[in-house]
């Protein structure tokens, strides 16, 4: 299993910009992807970005022009700069982590970091 310890969120006002990071821990050895999701009060939860363990990344289209998620894979942290803010964006933002071991795949979830964004 990996633990995964989310950071950085908080209270910005709309046009601000916001880094969250993510730690894992535990069995990092097998980590494969990893990605940022968020969910707001009353909707599912949705895809921010994604980064795989190679750096290749993948953006939802409401944030592949004001985000930016990267990966130190030395420190098993991964992060998510977020610029130009709007009161849509607030949800909890919760970190996803991909292992491959044994030929199958296990998912892990961090507990999130509330993003609230003011108008």
């Known amino acids: 299993q990996v633990q995964l310890v989310e950071s950085g969120g908080g209270l910005v006002q709309s046009g601000g910009s916001l880094r969250l990071s993510c730690a894992a821990s535990g069995n990092v050895d097998s980590l494969n992807a990893m990605a940022w999701y968020r969910q707001a009060p009353g909707k599912q939860r949705e895809l921010v970005a994604s980064?795989?363990?190679?750096?290749?990344?993948m953006y939802a289209d409401s944030m592949k022009d004001r985000s930016t998620i990267s990966r130190h894979n030395a420190k098993n942290t991964v992060y998510l700069q977020i610029n130009s803010l709007k009161p849509g964006d607030t949800a909890v933002y919760l970190c996803y982590a991909e292992r491959v071991r044994g030929g199958y795949t296990f998912a892990d979830w961090g507990q999130g970091t509330q993003v609230t964004v003011s108008s």
């Open positions: 980064i795989t363990s190679g750096g290749r990344t």
